[in-house]
């Protein structure tokens, strides 16, 4: 079996995985530090891990664009608040919208310049 997980690079890792936690919720697992700064961890969320790397451990050439994550969200609610706080200090890709599954989709990236595509689907 393959298992395909998003990584994240930020700075300030011990920080950001901080921040994602209070809009997604999860556990934190760090897996490496250097003194007070978090290189490497994951946040794990129900059904699903983000992996994270500071940008002193991971030394990226651009930031965010490249890192799409997909997102389900189970309710509208949820859906809702999710992209009102990633969209607070980020930038709106595109607005929310109906799509055609009976559901709502939107484009936002957040204030690391990671872009999230983000869905609600309607029972």
Do not use: H
């Not at 309710?75 to 607005?95: I, K, L, M, N, P």
Request: aromatic letters at 12%.
């Amino acid at each position: 079996m393959i298992t395909a997980l998003p990584f994240i690079v930020v700075d300030n890792c011990k920080d950001e995985i901080g921040f994602y936690q209070s809009v997604l919720g999860g556990e934190i697992i760090i897996l490496r530090q250097q003194g007070e700064t978090v290189m490497n961890a994951d946040l794990k969320l129900e059904g699903a891990t983000l992996k994270f790397a500071d940008v002193q451990a991971a030394k990226p050439l651009l930031q965010g664009d490249y890192v799409r994550v997909f997102l389900k969200l189970e309710t509208e609610e949820q859906f809702r608040s999710v992209y009102g706080q990633f969209a607070d200090e980020g930038q709106v890709v595109t607005e929310v919208y109906e799509a055609p599954f009976n559901g709502l989709l939107a484009v936002v990236k957040d204030r690391n310049g990671v872009c999230w595509v983000m869905s609600y689907y309607r029972a």
